[in-house]
Structures are given as C-alpha cells and as structure tokens.
C-alpha cells in the first residue's frame, strides 16, 4: 500500500528528484547525431539558452526565462520528440572586468600593474571561482538542459568560431576599421556601441552666447548650447539655409570665443529654425550630428577631449581640466568677455553608459566596425518572408523598423578581457594581417616584428553566433547538421536588438539559414505595485530567498502564470506564497485520490455504470486538455497553466473531489470505478502541470504510479506508467463525443443549484455542518433532480431526508424560494432566524427583476422584433415572462 506524507515538503525532494533526472540522462536528447542509430528525418526541437553572465547574481529575470524555456522544453520531451536545451554563460566582458578590476583595487593593485597577460590570468581564476555559481542557480530552478554540452563564449571552440566570423566578415569587405564618430565611456575608457548608451531626462541649462563676427563691426550671431566645454572644438557656424534671419552671415566668419580662433558660417538645412536662437554651433569632434554636417561642408575636426574626459592641448588654456569643471571655466570667462546673453532651465536627454551610469562622450576614434546595411536587409527580408515568426506579432514591426535605420557597428573594444580582435601589425613593413592562426611572420616583408592589434570584440560579437557555434560551427559536426536551426529563441524584448537581430543576421551571413524559427519574447518582471525593481527603491525581491521560502515550484508557477508574451507582469511575495499553497493543494489532492485507491479491496465485477459527476469531471478533462495543446501550440503558456489551476483547484478539487466521497462509501463497484476516474483524472492533469511546476508533479506521480500499478483491482496493463513523468507521455488532444455536452449542461445546472443554496444558507448564517430542509419543485425536472439527488444533498448540505423532489408546487408557508430556470427551490432557513435579511433578497430579487421587466419590453417593442431572427426573438420574449412569473411570486411572498 502506498502511503503518501501528509504534507508536501520541497526541501526533501527537489534536490533529490533533479539528480535522479540527470542520472537517469533524461535531459540528454534521444535520437542523438553521435550515437548508433541516428535516424536524421526525424525532427529535433532545441532551444540555446540565452546565456547568462558568468557574473551574474540571480535575479528574478533568470527564473522567467527559464521556467519559460523549460516549460516548451518539457512539453516536447513528453511529446516523444528529440528535445535538446544547450546551456552556457557569456564571459561578459565589461562586466567580468570590471568586477575583477574592483577586487584587484581592494587588493591594494591594479589591471595596469598586473600587466595584460596577469591579469587575464587573473580573470580566468576568477571565472573558475565565481562562474559556477549561477550554472548551479539555473539548475535549482529545475532547467532541465543537457550538461555535457555546456558551452562558454571564451571556450576553445567558440573562440575559433568568433576568429572565422571575423575572418570571413573581413574578407567580404564587411569589417573595416576607421576614424568614426562614437561612444566614449570615460570611466570604463572603453568604446561602447549605440545600443549600450541609454538616455535619460535630466534637468541641465541652454546657454546663449554671442559668435562675434570677425570683421570687427561687433556684430554678431546668438547661439545656444547644452555643452559649452565644446566651444573650443567649433569649427563653423550653421544656420537654416532658408532663415531670412542670417541669410547675411552665411559664408562670412566668426570668431570662436576665448581661443579667438576664425571659423566658418555655413548653411544647412539640418539647423532647426525654432530651437534655441536657429543657429547651431558645429562640433564634429564631439556630435554624432555635428560630425556629419562636418562631413557635408568638408569643416576641420578638432578633437579636445582625452579618453579621460580632461580637455587636451586643442582646448588652449583649458587644457588638463576636467570636462564639466571646463565648462564652469569657459562660462566665467565668457561672461567676463561679455559673450554672455542668458542662462536658461533646459530638459535634456543625456547620454549615459548603461554599464558605469556615467556620461558617455562623443568623440572620433579609430576603432573596428561592421557594415550593417547588407545583413540588415537580409534579415528583414527573412522575416518578411515569414522564415522567422515574433511572438508576440507586434514585434516583427519593431524589428523591421530597426532593420531599416540600422547603424554600422562599432565592435572593437578597449578591454583585456574578451576575444582578442585577430588582426596582428607588422612593425617593419606596417602590413595589416588578419588571420584564423597567430602568424609568426609577416607574408609581405618576412620580419617576425608582429604585435596584435590591443582591442577585444564586443561581447554581442560572439553572442551573435551562439545558436550555430555552440554546435561546432565552422565545422560540420553532427549536433550541427542535425540540431541547426534551432527552434525557438526565447529572451526578453528588451534585447531584441543587442542580440535577436545580431543572431538572425549571423546566422543568414554564415549558415545560410535563419538560426530559428520563432521568436518569443517575454516582458519585464515588475514588483507587486508594476514599478521597475531597483536596489534604489529597495523593492528587489531575491529568487533564492523565495525558493528557500516557497519551493521553485511556486516561483515557477507565479512568474509564468498570469502573464502574456511581450508584456510586463507584477510579482510579489504574496503571489508566490498563494502558489505554493497550489503546489499543497495538488499534494492533498494527491493524498485524496491515492488513498481512494488503496481503499480499492474487492475486483469490480460489471461493466461501469458512470454518474453524472464521473461524465462531467471527464468531460471537463477533456475540454482541459484540448484546450491547453491549443495554448501551447501558439505561445500562450500563461494562460494554459492558469486553465489546470483552476481545473485542478475548483471542477477536481471543490467539486468531483467532494463529490465522489458518496461514491467511494458505496463500496464494491462504484468505489472501484471511482477510484479509477480519480486516478486517470490525476495522472492527465500532472502531465499537463508537469512543465509549470516539475518536482511537486514528479514527486506525487511517484506515488500515484505506485498506488495504481500495486492495486491489483484497479491496475490495467494498458494505462501508460512510464518511470519517471519527466518522460511520461503528453496528453495529446482528444475527439469529442456525443455524451460530453449533455454531462456538462447537466452538471452545471446542479452547480447552479448548489451555489444558489450555498449563497443563501451564507446571508441567513446557517453553519456549514447544520443541513436544512428542502423542496425541489419541477414538472419537466423532477427526473432528473431524483437521479441526482445526492450530489444536492452532499454539496448543498441539504437534510436528505427532509429533501422532497415534487413536480407541483405544495404548501410552502413560512419558506425562502428562489428560482433557477424552471426549477422552484422552496428552502427552510429558518434556523437562520433573520426574517430582515429574507426580505431584504427578496426586495433585491424583484428590483432586478422589474428592471430587466423593463429592459425586455423596451426591446421587444423595438424594430429589433422586426429585424432579429424569430428564434432570437422568441428566446427574448421567454425571458419576459419568466421575469413577470419570477416577480408575480415575488410580489406575493412580500405581501
């Protein structure tokens, strides 16, 4: 006999159950490329994961994706199909950097004093140290990912497949290195691509100057800046070609301020007319703008800022300053020279490092970039040719958007962490060499005077080529030829850009094919007030505290449940408590339905003769389970688990649950069959919870599969009792058959019934254990309410014996009626002893009444009875006259 405790520990089996998983090779794929009898046709479903931080921390994002991944992951593993989830970590190079560069500090050293080679090594100790930690993290949360290919972005095969991109990138033209305006971080003394800057609002001041006219007449033109630490970086003066304004200045000179230096005033058609005085200061050095109005007028670029952020020799007598104390600087001295007009409050958006927070400086710089436009063009058009699908759609708008205003990628950055860029100068002939192996000599001038070049790629450089390298890509190994593309790449919106778009490009420019199918993307994970979690508003909520406190299972199932794709969802500590009080409520189900079965001690003798509750609970199953293979099928997870909850929760639980205790009292046959409805009720709906919350389920099915195949009168070969239900098979969809729907209709008038009662006894305070005495009162019903007359008694708490089921209406002095389709409930409450509250419903009752009275003869006298259809029609003027009977009674009850 199978003895299930009598509460759902966590603690005890979650450990227990993920290494009994792993030992059993469940998470590996069956139908392996490397093993014998590898058949290729058939299709494999696989994920890559997106690759945490190897310095990540956990947090609530983590367990999102993965319970996200490891749902689709599970639902095809039970399907029978080749499931392969590849995880791994990015070496994230900024952030792994710095992290090290900060325990050096406090170590009383630096990276600068280390030396690259010793500080790498540094890294490399750091990574083996720290880097397991958020593996063992992903695999508390129950990802059930293939191990034994784990893949790291600075591992040896990626490396060589990060060499090759570049190489063959190289060789196409697509790769050039070039002066170009970009992102200066100061404090990370890095390069940083656009999509790494975030801008924030911030208030800052517009300051008004004058631009003296070099002719010595003093006049001049006014001009307003955000930044007047640039001044001595000017090298025109533009207005809008059409600006009456200064048409007369265009083509003279102006004079920059302090450094009296002469500069052009030049006319283009970018100047806004309407922002600030109409005429712009040009910085090519310092603005993206500025940068190509430079370009268009063929102007000087006058670099004046050091990769400190101090201003350098161009900046004159500010040079060595610090660029805001420059400002201040420049400003009195301004002021002083009576170049000064106003000061004014300005809203601006500034520019800032999404890594340090710091503000990031424009400036020119030589650095590696990536033609865009062609592999841009070439994803868009994968995805308008429907190769590639977003879910949710609106996204494949976003992206396309992208697609068509992209920017050539700055990819090189001033790092000693990361791929090293493989391009090597020869220090005699100054030949630029770029190369799949470290050359030991220059193929033009012969000398071994080599030096690489001293940058890293950004860290995206590799994340890009994740789905097709983590399978050995360039070569043509087995897991890539038959695991390549992939199926679905799930991630949050929030990188679409940074790593969906790089990864699509990749994939198309080197595969030849789309790295994916779908796109899913989820939403940001908010506090239980929809704010952003920030350590500044103290509301970031831990998942390994949660976990410690509510089991994974619980997380799982809140951060999934009750949320849509694309969108961003609230969770609080309340919510995943109120889900392990789920994972509970399935253990005592659990306990419920197993100890029915050992109950099971006698062999059913006759073909099964099933209640309405048993058809309706199956029935129900049923609609269940084709309706969750319809959610799964496009993306809708959330609301496929919330439709088990509330199956398992309310139809099982509250009401077959409840009443099948009858049935299981009878004894011989129909506690057998029974037994058996529960049990296969059961073992359908842990399936379809299994990918949701995988432990609770694994750790009952143990049970129940023992319970079930020990009971000698209930067991049948046939029923499909795999050994663990991490493989046990899908429930796929079911036909419909003709009983179904008379089963539910049936069952939810008893429903009706019932919670009418239970409404009732609730507002006249009778106690649950005290039952009260009923008259059931139907001519066309009566049948019907006799066959099921237990179900009104036992979920009603109705005195069976005082229950009398009449098809006329008998003396019914002194008791409260209410009405349910043609079916007059005559019930004693007496008990209740508030004739007040009695009469309170009953007003209440006829007030709705005559309002829908009123509502149905304003219809029926409209041309709505002219145009609807006459069974519409007739179905409406029913209803009247059910409403007059009702309020008839009504009326006389209140006499």
């Known amino acids: 006999m199978t003895e299930l405790p009598k509460t759902y520990d966590f603690r005890e089996y979650e450990e227990k159950i993920y290494q009994e998983w792993e030992a059993n090779g469940y998470f590996k794929p069956i139908n392996d490329p490397n093993l014998p009898g590898h058949d290729p046709n058939v299709k494999p479903f696989v994920i890559v994961i997106p690759p945490p931080n190897v310095t990540g921390a956990l947090h609530l994002g983590h367990p999102l994706f993965v319970a996200t991944e490891d749902i689709m992951i599970r639902y095809h593993r039970m399907k029978g199909e080749p499931t392969l989830w590849v995880p791994g970590t990015d070496h994230a190079g900024i952030a792994t950097q710095l992290q090290v560069e900060n ?86 003394q890095t390069a940083v691509s656009d999509l790494e800057v975030e801008y924030s609002e911030e208030q800052g001041k517009l300051y008004h100057f004058k631009y003296m006219l070099a002719d010595g007449s003093g006049d001049y033109i006014p001009v307003a800046t955000t930044r007047p630490e640039t001044i001595p970086g000017d090298t025109a003066v533009a207005v809008h070609p059409e600006d009456e304004r200064y048409a007369r200045f265009v083509g003279k000179k102006v004079i920059v301020p302090i450094l009296g230096r002469e500069i052009p005033v030049v006319a283009d058609e970018y100047v806004a007319r309407d922002f600030g005085t109409g005429a712009l200061k040009i910085t090519p050095g310092h603005d993206p703008h500025d940068y190509e109005i430079g370009q268009r007028h063929n102007l000087a670029l006058i670099n004046i800022m050091n990769k400190n952020a101090t201003l350098n020799e161009n900046a004159g007598k500010y040079a060595g300053m610090e660029r805001f104390e420059a400002r201040k600087a420049i400003w009195e001295d301004m002021t002083e020279a009576g170049l000064v007009i106003k000061e004014e409050p300005y809203l601006m958006n500034v520019p800032r490092s999404q890594r340090g927070g710091e503000i990031v400086e424009p400036l020119v710089s030589t650095q590696w970039f990536v033609k865009m436009d062609s592999l841009a063009e070439m994803a868009a058009e994968s995805v308008r040719q429907g190769e590639i699908t977003f879910v949710p759609a609106r996204f494949t708008k976003v992206f396309l958007n992208w697609m068509d205003n992209i920017q050539d990628w700055c990819i090189s950055r001033q790092l000693w962490w990361g791929h090293r860029i493989p391009v090597w100068y020869c220090q005699d002939c100054h030949e630029v ?51 390549y593309p992939t199926s679905v790449l799930e991630t949050g919106y929030d990188i ?35 704010q952003k979690m920030s350590k500044t508003k103290n509301n970031v909520i831990d998942p390994l505290v949660l976990m410690n406190e509510y089991g994974t299972d619980a997380l799982r199932f809140s951060l999934v ?90 139809d099982f639980a509250d009401w077959y649950l409840e009443a099948s205790k009858r049935q299981l009292a009878e004894g011989g046959d129909r506690a057998g069959y029974t037994a058996i409805v529960l049990a296969d009720v059961l073992s359908v709906m842990l399936r379809l919870l299994h990918p949701f919350t995988p432990f609770v389920t694994e750790a009952l099915y143990g049970y129940l599969k023992d319970a079930c195949q020990t ?185």
């Open 103 to 188: 325990m050096l500090r406090k170590e009383g050293t630096s990276r600068e004093a280390l030396g690259r080679e010793a500080f790498e090594a540094r890294v490399w100790q750091w990574k083996e140290k720290y880097g397991g930690e958020i593996i063992n993290q992903l695999r508390r949360l129950g990802a059930s990912c293939d191990w034994d290919r784990e893949r790291f972005t600075l591992d040896e095969g990626l490396s060589r497949a990060v060499r090759e991109a570049f190489v063959q990138l190289y060789e196409k033209g697509l790769i050039y290195q070039g002066p170009r305006m970009i992102n200066w971080s100061p404090g990370l």
């Open 433 to 483: 060499i770029v190369a799949r192996e470290d050359p030991s000599v220059c193929p033009k001038c012969g000398s071994h005077n080599l030096q690489q070049d001293p940058d890293v790629l950004d860290t995206w450089f590799s994340s890009g080529l994740w789905p097709f390298s983590v399978f050995g890509w360039p070569e043509a190994t087995p897991d890539l030829r038959y695991f």
């Open 496 to 530: 679409i850009f940074f790593w969906v778009a790089r990864m699509v490009m990749d994939g198309l420019f080197f595969t030849g094919k789309a790295p994916f199918h779908t796109v899913y993307l989820h939403g940001m994970v908010r506090d239980d007030k929809g």
């Open 561 to 650: 449940v009750g949320s849509s794709p694309g969108n961003d969802q609230n969770v609080g500590v309340k919510k995943v408590e109120g889900n392990r009080n789920f994972a509970n409520k399935v253990w005592n189900i659990g306990r419920f339905v197993i100890n029915a079965i050992n109950k099971v001690e006698e062999p059913i003798k006759a073909e099964p003769q099933w209640t309405l509750a048993d058809s309706w609970i199956w029935a129900r199953a049923k609609q269940t389970v084709n309706s969750v293979n319809n959610l799964f099928e496009t993306y809708q997870f959330g609301e496929a688990g919330r439709q088990v909850y509330e199956f398992l929760w309310n």
């Open 711 to 895: 009971n000698q009168y209930i067991y049948n070969p046939e029923r499909d009792w795999e050994e663990h239900l991490i493989v046990a098979r899908w429930p796929e969809r079911m036909p419909h058959e003709d009983w179904e729907d008379d089963a539910v209709k049936d069952f939810e008038l008893v429903q009706e019934i019932v919670r009418t009662i239970r409404n009732l006894r609730s507002e006249f305070k009778i106690e649950p254990s005290k039952t009260i005495d009923a008259i059931l009162v139907s001519e066309s019903k009566a049948d019907f309410l006799r066959q099921n007359q237990h179900l009104l008694v036992d979920l009603a708490g109705l005195n069976e014996a005082g229950l009398k089921i009449l098809p006329n209406k008998p003396e019914t002095e002194g008791l409260t009626v209410v009405v349910i389709e043609d079916i007059e409930i005559y019930l004693d409450l007496s008990a209740g002893g508030d004739s007040q509250i009695e009469r309170e419903r009953l007003e209440k009752e006829l007030t709705e009444a005559e309002s829908q009275i009123e509502r149905l003869e304003k219809l029926l006298a409209s041309p709505f009875a002219q145009k609807a259809p006459e069974k519409v029609v007739q179905l409406e003027r029913e209803k009247l006259e059910g409403y007059r009977a009702s309020a008839i009674k009504l009326r006389e009850r209140l006499k």
